[in-house]
């Protein structure tokens, strides 16, 4: 049975820095392509940023340049780094496998405020 287990979310200001982590059991991280989401208030979910197999990754343009997406081999998890926080970047977070795609899990909420 798959599963991923999103955390590492909170509240924290403007401009500031968190790291999200995607713990993974009944999938290997590293030989899926895998990707982070969000969903924020009356919004639609979205993709934020992914990473192959082969290591390559892609950013939204909101995104870019601001956040990093790795993954720990060993700890069969996916990371996101988030900084220079914005209070648009308000949302829950998900991660997922992109294809076949796996079920959502309950993601993580990260709120930026002062």
């Known amino acids: 049975q798959v599963q991923l287990v999103e955390s590492g979310g909170g509240l924290v200001q403007p401009g500031g820095s968190l790291r999200l982590s995607c713990a993974a059991s009944?999938?290997?991280?590293?030989?899926?392509?895998m990707a982070w989401y969000r969903q924020a208030p009356g919004n639609q979910r979205e993709l934020v940023a992914s990473?192959?197999?082969?290591?390559?990754?892609n950013y939204a343009d909101f995104v870019k340049g601001r956040f990093t997406i790795s993954r720990d081999n060993a700890k069969n998890t996916v990371y996101l780094q988030m900084n220079s926080l914005k209070p648009d970047d308000k949302a829950v977070y998900y991660c997922?496998?992109?294809?076949?795609?796996?079920?959502w899990g309950q993601g993580t909420q990260v709120i930026v405020s002062a």
């Open positions: 997922r496998r992109t294809y076949p795609p796996t079920s």
């Open positions: 009944g999938i290997i991280t590293s030989i899926n392509t």
């Open positions: 990473i192959t197999s082969g290591g390559s990754t």
